[in-house]
């Protein structure tokens, strides 16, 4: 056994011994013996996991005794790739350049997209769906432009050739490889049926190695992809191999195992084929019915499946239908089983088989760029085609299978002259029909159109999982994609057969999902299957018609027009048999779906518009124009019929489809081509007959009558005037549309981006949506093409983004240009294109607006009319519409039943109806043409009306109408009333109709008869009669209403009007006035200027028409006006009138008391929002400005805002301020420059947060800690600089006790609240600002006013013996109230805002020292803040509105009684150390006891601070004043010693001298140099604090100190104190701040804290002068300094460096963003986890920080909280302000809720792009990024933001 022995030794040297051996002359031995070691490396035998080894043993063979990474590097080396050709997968980022794009599937990956030049191109980034491979270097797919630098350059020519050598081990090894991965597939599938547990994906796991090996070798480059490409296509190695050798029974069994699976392949399976042997047999098998092509006729073979289904038994409305089509097949080899003839071909069959695993693909794909495998994959997925889609219905991840489908299909049919080659050679196209239809043949149902007993037509079933799950979507996507290359396309439409197969296929869609309306309940169960049937008409049917149409854009292609037209009424006509259809549409049925008019509509329309084809040539006969007709005019009438709720029985989902049915991504396949199609069919029929079928259908036949009273037999009275104008509007869209009649592209463009406009203000990709694109994408106009944006700019303004007061982000958005409302603006347009009828009210409000605005008119305009294009000469036979005479008589009945106020007319309907005029006066029939009409239409009408032509009919005048009435009616009463008095009628009589009364009545002429009687040709009787109206039918037959109305009779009714009289009398009737249009009216009248305008204006603009038109006109018109009707007496014949009168009466009385009670209620409302602050901006005033408007003494009294009574707060009944606490960190985040840090983009780049102020005092306090007292430590600084506690209020208050009930109120009220009740949160019931406890406010006087302010002549010496004493006074308990309970559970409330982390800084947590530390730095932090606030600074002075809502009044009152009952030992009271000098203790150390913070090393505002709050409450000025001037010199004192450090040590010596020469002279305290020198001579003697820095300070400050700038620097360093302690002053005592420059803020706040006396400018003032020292001035600088001194001796040295202060910290800052957005973007959505190293699905970034956080990552889960939450509670104490990187949107994290605030990226367009869903390039809005970081400065986050949700620690 020589493989034995080639096994022992080690893999490197067997490899390099085998590949000498093989090279030889005579390689035979080397031959055995690498079969042999391969027989056993590679045995799937072994076991059922494939071996690591041999995988391992392949690679080392492979590079024959080199390394495998070497040989990887050594064959990329002769890669002669000319393509990238990178393979991704799902949720891949990639990119697709339109403009550089040749296919529309075009894409690239991000490094050829950013490696490649696309500036101004149009271009978008997106997250791939199903996986594709990038184009760059294929010149089939885009142009050579927008190559990447890298494919640019033929790679090929320079590359050397491979020597012969380097892959002969490959070619050796890899076959075997291979087929050991097909060995294992075969054996690993199991069918479904067989086994229950069948584990397909165990299979794959264990063969992931091997398959990623193969990955592996095609990234080698083209050498190796030759080679391989070699091996898999190469039929000998497949015979040799596939079958395995005679002994090896393995081989065998697994070859039979293969063959089995193969069986099942064929379309047909094998059982059938034998049953149905001899022809067309029975189906046996339900699974699947056998499909043959199209023989002889469709419709003979559908008159065989009904024979045979009887036969079958299988009769039954619900059953599956099965289709036999007769058996003459074109291409057997379709259905036959699948034979393999490579291993390519049998790779490929095992993919599919798997169900397309991941990795089997992106192999496959990867070897694409090698043309020979392309060509040859190519053909053999074809093959594969059946299979895969029968694999595919079967699947149960069909939604991941078709992806990956698609993946592969996508990069091989995008490719033209590949699909042209496959089209050829292996007939493709016939492949994907026949594949189609078979697919869709799983699901037929029998259809119940029409007839529902006898029809023979069948539909798809949309309820099937096939049509619901879009499983079909692959196959169609492909058969569209093929359809996209011109040559292609030419093959389809030249093959007859084709055509006839795909009609066939077209027709199972015709009349789906067919809805019946619901008579008597409402249905149980709302089917939803609409989805499906409009996305199957659409995706099926509409796009592959879009797709032939854009190939037959020219002449030459006419007569593919011609046969696709002949075939689609062929298959028309036999549709209507097959449903039994004769004339009449059965009732109450109603389909959406008729794809074959469709068809038919849009390729009449393109040959007529693009190929100049003559219409009359494309049409059938009149009675096929009657039937195709019908349906199209169904669904509009279903349409009206829906919008008058008759069909709310149904349900929502019939609203749903309506709205779908005009949606824009549906109406120009659906909507735009019924309505071209009726155009069409109105154009060539009898107008009268279309006309009179139009009402028929809106089933408002009834109503066309003169009487007052009708009876509708299909209508109840409140859906006939909703129906009536329906009807009406449909006229009128119908003619005057002009989509398909004779409009170019870029007018259509036009118009409907108008109509969008003008309903509301767009965004740009909103308007892209809503624009119909024709949905092929090769079609002219595509969106984002030049003519878009031209079109754009040319009819809308841009409005930029704005952020609006509220909160609400606005985007940018167009709106129209003001000319567009003046001469564009088409309601009719806009009620064609509206899915919710409000859309047309909003549209007509905003040109009310427009209008208003501009001046013209205030009124109430009515839609305006405007003048059409002119028809396409083929259509000119639709203007007959308007001149018939059936339309005349009802335009003559309608204007008479408004004139007459019958009932259920409106001012639409008005509206209409003149619109319908004035289009008829606007388009004249062309007179030359001989009246071609039948003799039966004189006779018909004569008597209404002499012509058809409008112009004449207009002044025709109608004497007298026959109508037939109830025997009730006010007609027939006025008869008797005549009779009986034997008079004439006066001519006012017949205006008697009310509203009151609602008896039904027949109808004046019947169109019904008229249009059947015209049918049958029967000449009408009724002209005989005398009578003007043509009899009805007798009503007897009718279905009469319950409680049988009066019998009717016939009438005569005296009209005497003509439609000119009526006109003038509505306008009369319009304006309420008499003689409205006199007669000089006529003269100066202008058409022009009547284009805007209500109802008048339209009447007045049509008269001027027909009077400019016709000179008779003009004269009857002057007649009419001459001779004005005197005024109408009122009625008071019927007593009906009467009660309709008091009901309008009381209608109108109950209207004006529901004016008044709404204006008081208004006027109301606003007052109280004068007096209540606006909530949504934090800066509007509050309504109580504590007690400052109070008489002297009074005490303050409260508001409760929940029981309105108002009174003091009492230590019974305290009242309570409504406050928000929350934990900050914003001051801990300010930095010490004010250029914000920017956020890294580079690998390069870092944030360091050692600067930020949080951390800085950290350092100092552990540095503290570590050398003193740990007692004294905590108070020698403030905390809260991260996580402090900051309280903000809305300036409302309220009981405690009504708070309480509000509480439980809220707590048993089961609405879903935003906040969470349990935590405390709440609303305040009067502004509804967001809040979680209320502040105690406490009794007695409000700010200290009175005797306390009085200032005092004590000396100051005096004043710090008062003080001192009063820190000796004990804190007094207060006694047990309710008041001191509410503050106890105050404070509980903020001690529970914050985190334990940011309370306990002391050694022993819990002690009192660290409670008495977290206290004061509570109020430290919200003076900060307020500073913050204000800018940092008091030069804006008392203005600031923060002030005005503030509550730290009543906070330090709070604090102050809390921090009381904490003494301070006397003997460590840092006052006596101020004021005196303490000789008796000497600092003498013991070990363990560490020495007190020096004086010099403490923090100046906090002691102010704890002074203030320990001692007793209210404090005198007097003694706030002293503490402030006593502090005031200590903080002097530690400027100078900080400035004395920063000099070089020549200086400190010169300094020391001055200020010792000065020492002796008067007032030297108060000089500078003096205090300056002596603190230097003193700290000289300790020796660390001059030595240690020197060297680098000198270097620091190399420039020379000058008297200025050191009294600069002592300002500066004493300002944060100064600030801080008139901002307490300002809330203790009310003082005012006055606001000032820059320069004079030291001397005013010095004044105003009464440290000077006067204002003077900065510059000229001596901080020094300020200084008031109750003591010697040098013995307490000795002393404060020889505390230092003494440190220098002791360990605790390296404490000295606390002398040096704190610098000025700038205002808190986000970071910088950069501009673009694919900055970000690119740097971190690849980015992997710091935990887990996996790249998180969900990157997010915090602004404040930058760090990059997964969210809803389980990686970064720490006790169930995620790292979002996690880090919102590290970095911001709970608040977190995050960049979601893949969606480009900012969340807010704040506590336990958390919001979407919306993006601060926005495209060029001013909108957002949520989830990067247009993934167009994004730019950072500075307006929007300030308004998050004034958000978040300012805490309002909870107060501006509305939608907050809880995140359950998730995010």
Request: charged letters at 25%; glycine letters at 6%.
């Amino acid at each position: 056994m020589m493989a034995a022995s080639l096994l022992r030794r080690d893999k490197r040297s067997t490899a390099a011994h085998l590949k000498a051996d093989l090279q030889r002359a005579d390689n035979s031995s080397g031959l055995r013996q690498l079969r042999e070691l391969l027989d056993t490396v590679l045995d799937p035998e072994r076991g059922s996991d494939p071996d690591p080894e041999g995988l391992d043993w392949c690679k080392w063979l492979l590079a024959g005794g080199d390394a495998f990474d070497e040989f990887c590097r050594t064959v990329r080396s002769y890669d002669n790739a000319t393509l990238c050709g990178l393979v991704w997968t799902a949720n891949f980022v990639a990119y697709r350049c339109r403009t550089c794009g040749i296919s529309p599937c075009m894409s690239l990956c991000a490094e050829c997209f950013n490696n490649s030049d696309h500036t101004g191109h149009d271009f978008n980034m997106f997250r791939s769906q199903a996986g594709g491979a990038c184009d760059c270097g294929d010149g089939n797919v885009m142009k050579e432009s927008g190559f990447c630098s890298r494919h640019r350059l033929k790679t090929g020519e320079n590359v050397p050739s491979v020597p012969w050598d380097l892959l002969l081990m490959s070619e050796m090894v890899l076959p075997r490889f291979i087929i050991t991965i097909i060995q294992y597939l075969r054996d690993g599938y199991t069918e479904p049926e067989s086994a229950a547990d069948r584990d397909l994906q165990k299979v794959l796991q264990q063969l992931e190695p091997h398959i990623s090996f193969l990955e592996e070798l095609t990234k080698m480059g083209g050498a190796m992809r030759t080679v391989l490409t070699k091996i898999l296509t190469n039929q000998q190695t497949f015979k040799d191999l596939s079958m395995g050798q005679e002994e090896n029974v393995f081989a065998k069994r697994n070859y039979e195992k293969y063959l089995s699976a193969l069986k099942s392949s064929g379309l047909v399976s094998v059982e059938e084929k034998g049953a149905g042997g001899a022809g067309a047999g029975t189906a046996t098998d339900t699974s699947a019915g056998a499909l043959s092509l199209l023989g002889a006729t469709a419709a003979a073979s559908l008159e065989d499946s009904s024979k045979e289904e009887d036969q079958d038994g299988l009769q039954g409305v619900g059953q599956r239908k099965r289709v036999k089509l007769s058996s003459s097949t074109k291409d057997p080899s379709i259905m036959d089983t699948l034979k393999h003839k490579c291993f390519l071909e049998e790779l490929l069959f095992w993919t599919i088989k798997y169900e397309f695993p991941q990795k089997m693909v992106t192999f496959l794909l990867n070897m694409l760029p090698d043309q020979d495998y392309k060509i040859t994959f190519t053909k053999t997925f074809v093959q594969h085609y059946a299979f895969i889609m029968k694999t595919l219905m079967k699947s149960h991840e069909s939604d991941t299978m078709s992806n990956r489908i698609v993946h592969i299909s996508v990069q091989l049919f995008s490719n033209e002259e590949l699909a042209r080659h496959v089209t050829e050679e292996c007939h493709l196209l016939d492949i994907m029909v026949t594949v189609l239809l078979y697919m869709m043949e799983s699901c037929l149902i029998k259809s119940e159109l029409q007839d529902e007993e006898n029809n023979r037509h069948v539909v798809v079933n949309c309820g099937e999982a096939l049509l619901k799950n879009n499983t079909y979507w692959p196959l169609v996507s492909d058969f569209i994609n093929i359809l996209s290359h011109q040559s292609v396309a030419k093959r389809f439409l030249e093959d007859r057969s084709l055509l006839l197969l795909w009609m066939s296929f077209v027709s199972y869609f015709q009349g789906m999902n067919l809805n019946k309306r619901e008579l008597n309940e409402h249905v149980e169960f709302e089917s939803q299957t609409y989805y499906a049937a409009f996305a199957a008409e659409l995706e099926a049917c509409a796009q592959p018609m879009w797709g032939l149409l854009t190939h037959c854009k020219v002449k030459e292609t006419q007569d593919y027009t011609k046969t696709v037209v002949r075939y689609c009424l062929e298959t028309l006509q036999m549709w209507f048999d097959a449903i039994g259809f004769l004339d009449e549409p059965a009732l109450n049925q109603l389909t959406f779906h008729l794809p074959l008019h469709r068809y038919y509509a849009m390729f009449l329309s393109k040959g007529v518009k693009c190929q100049g084809l003559d219409l009359d040539s494309l049409l059938p006969d009149q009675e096929m124009l009657m039937k195709i007709m019908v349906h199209p005019l169904q669904i509009q009438a279903s349409l009206s019929e829906i919008h008058s709720n008759m069909w709310v029985r149904n349900g929502l989902q019939i609203k749903g489809q309506a709205m779908t049915y005009v949606q824009s991504h549906f109406c120009n396949s659906m909507i735009d081509p019924d309505i071209y199609l009726l155009q069409v069919c109105a154009s060539r029929l009898d107008p009268d007959y279309f006309i009179s079928s139009v009402f028929e259908r809106f089933k408002v036949v009834d109503l066309l009558t003169m009487a007052s009273q009708h009876q509708n037999a299909v209508l109840d009275s409140e859906q006939e005037r909703p129906m009536l104008e329906g009807a009406l509007t449909f006229l009128v869209i119908l003619s005057s549309l002009r989509i398909h009649l004779g409009m170019s592209d870029d007018e259509i463009l036009r118009a409907e981006m108008v109509s969008q406009l003008c309903m509301n203000d767009r965004t740009h990709s909103s308007l892209l949506d809503l624009i119909p694109e024709n949905p092929n994408p090769k079609s002219g106009v595509v969106p984002g093409s030049c003519s878009f944006e031209e079109m754009l700019s040319a009819v809308a303004d841009f409005k930029a983004p704005v952020f609006e007061p509220g909160g609400s982000m606005q985007q940018g958005m167009y709106t129209p240009k003001a000319e567009v409302w003046e001469k564009e603006f088409d309601p009719i347009m806009v009620i064609l294109r509206t899915v919710y009828r409000r859309d047309v009210q909003s549209a007509m409000d905003r040109y009310t607006a427009f209008l208003k605005q501009s001046g013209v008119n205030t009124g109430n305009p009515w839609p305006p009319y405007k003048e059409r294009t002119p028809l396409h000469p083929c259509y000119r036979g639709l203007v007959r519409l308007l001149h018939c005479k059936t339309l005349h008589i009802v335009i003559f009945t309608l204007l008479y039943k408004i004139w007459m106020d019958h009932q259920n007319m409106s001012e639409h309907v008005l509206c209409m109806v003149l619109y319908l005029i004035e289009l008829g006066l606007d388009n004249q029939v062309q007179d030359d043409k001989v009246e071609e009409e039948p003799c039966i239409e004189e006779h018909c009408h004569d008597s209404w009306f002499p012509g058809t032509s409008l112009l004449s009919n207009l002044h025709h005048v109608i004497n007298f109408v026959r109508v037939r009435v109830p025997e009730t009616a006010p007609e027939v009463e006025r008869k008797r009333e005549r009779e009986r008095e034997r008079e004439t009628p006066p001519s006012t009589s017949s205006e008697s109709a009310t509203f009151g009364q609602n008896l039904r009545e027949a109808q004046v002429f019947s169109l019904v008869a008229e249009r059947r009687r015209k049918f049958q040709e029967i000449i009408n009787r009724s002209n005989h009669e005398a009578s003007q109206a043509v009899r009805p039918k007798s009503s007897s037959s009718r279905w009469l209403p319950p409680g049988s109305p009066p019998q009717l009779v016939t009438e005569i009714l005296e009209i005497r009007e003509s439609m000119l009289s009526l006109l003038v009398k509505l306008h009369q009737k319009l304006s309420a006035k008499q003689n409205s249009l006199s007669l000089s009216w006529l003269a100066e009248v202008d058409p022009a200027h009547h284009a805007h305008g209500d109802g008048l204006t339209a009447i007045e603009r049509i008269l001027a028409k027909a009077a400019a038109r016709s000179r008779h006109s003009k004269r009857c018109l002057q007649e009419i006006c001459g001779k004005v009707c005197p005024p109408v007496p009122p009625k008071k014949n019927s007593p009906g009138d009467k009660k309709s009168m008091d009901k309008e009466e009381r209608r109108q009385r109950a209207r004006e008391r529901q004016q008044k009670l709404l204006a008081e209620f208004a006027s109301r409302q606003k007052s109280f929002m004068e007096t209540a602050m606006d909530v949504e901006s934090p800066e509007t005033d509050a309504v109580m400005d504590v007690g400052s408007a109070e008489p002297l003494d009074s005490e303050v009294l409260y508001d409760c805002v929940i029981c309105g009574q108002s009174g003091p707060s009492t230590e019974d009944r305290p009242t309570g301020l409504v406050v928000l606490l929350q934990a900050s960190s914003v001051l801990g985040h300010r930095c010490r420059s004010d250029t914000p840090k920017r956020l890294p983009t580079t690998d390069e780049e870092r944030i360091y947060p050692e600067d930020t102020c949080g951390a800085t005092h950290d350092v100092r306090l552990s540095l503290m800690q570590r050398y003193f007292k740990d007692s004294s430590c905590l108070q020698s600084v403030s905390v809260g600089w991260d996580g402090g506690v900051y309280v903000q209020t809305c300036g409302h208050t309220l009981h405690i006790d009504c708070h309480k009930s509000y509480m439980e109120s809220l707590r048993n009220d089961q609405v879903l609240q935003g906040f969470s009740v349990d935590k405390g949160e709440f609303t305040c019931p009067l502004c509804r600002q967001f809040a979680n406890s209320v502040l105690p406010c406490r009794p007695g006087r409000g700010i200290e006013t009175g005797a306390w302010h009085t200032p005092s002549n004590k000396s100051l010496s005096t004043l710090v013996k008062e003080v001192e004493d009063l820190q000796e006074q004990l804190g007094i308990f207060p006694a047990e109230s309710n008041l001191s309970k509410e503050m106890e559970s105050v404070i509980k409330d903020i001690k529970n805002t914050t985190q334990k982390k940011y309370m306990d800084y002391g050694k022993n947590p819990g002690s009192p020292d660290n409670d008495f530390l977290f206290m004061y730095s509570v109020a430290r932090t919200n003076l900060e803040l307020e500073l913050v606030h204000r800018g940092g600074d008091l030069c804006s002075g008392g203005a600031s509105a923060a002030a005005k809502r503030s509550c730290l009044n009543q906070l330090f009152h709070v604090l102050a009684m809390h921090m009381r009952l904490y003494s301070i030992d006397s003997a460590y009271n840092p006052w006596t150390r101020l004021t005196q000098t303490t000789h008796s203790r000497e600092p003498e150390f013991c070990d363990d006891e560490r020495p007190e913070v020096p004086m010099l090393f403490r923090d100046v505002p906090s002691l102010l601070i704890i002074f203030i709050l320990t001692m007793p409450q209210p404090l005198r000025k007097e003694h706030f004043t002293c503490v402030v001037k006593v502090l005031y010199s200590l903080q002097f004192t530690q400027a100078l010693a900080a400035l004395s450090i920063r000099f070089s040590r020549e200086e400190r010596l010169a300094w020391s001298n001055t200020g010792a020469a000065k020492k002796n002279m008067p007032n030297s305290d108060k000089s500078w140099e003096s205090l300056l020198g002596h603190v230097i001579s003193e700290l000289t003697k300790a020796k660390d604090v001059y030595d240690t820095n020197s060297e680098e300070a000198f270097v620091l400050s190399s420039s020379v100190w000058s008297p200025q700038s050191i009294e600069f620097t002592l300002q500066q360093l004493c300002l944060p104190f100064l600030r801080l302690s008139c901002l307490l002053q300002h809330h203790l005592y009310g003082d005012s701040l006055p606001g000032c420059l820059v320069d004079e803020e030291f001397s005013l706040l010095t004044a105003c804290l009464s440290l000077t006396s006067s204002v003077q400018s900065s510059g000229s003032m001596s901080s020094a002068a300020c200084l008031d020292w109750n003591f010697n001035a040098f013995d307490l600088i000795n002393q404060w300094c020889s505390e230092v001194v003494a440190l220098s001796s002791t360990p605790s040295q390296q404490s000295v460096s606390l002398l040096v202060q704190d610098p000025q910290w700038a205002a808190p800052r986000l970071l910088h963003l950069p501009d673009n957005y694919n900055t970000i973007f690119q740097f971190y959505h690849r980015k992997s986890c710091t935990s887990c190293g996996k790249t998180p699905k969900d990157p997010a970034l915090c602004l404040v920080c930058g760090a990059f956080v997964c969210l809803k990552g389980h990686c970064c889960k720490q006790q169930g909280v995620c790292e979002c939450v996690l880090h919102s509670q590290h970095c911001g104490a709970a608040t977190g302000i995050f960049l979601l990187v893949n969606a480009s949107v900012i969340i807010i994290i704040r506590g336990h809720r958390f919001c979407l605030w919306g993006s601060v990226y926005l495209d060029a367009h001013g909108e957002e792009d949520r989830d990067l869903r247009r993934g167009k390039p994004l730019y950072l809005c500075e307006e929007r990024y300030r308004v998050l970081e004034q958000q978040w400065v300012s805490h309002t986050f909870d107060h501006i933001n509305k939608r907050w949700g809880p995140h359950y620690n998730g995010l």
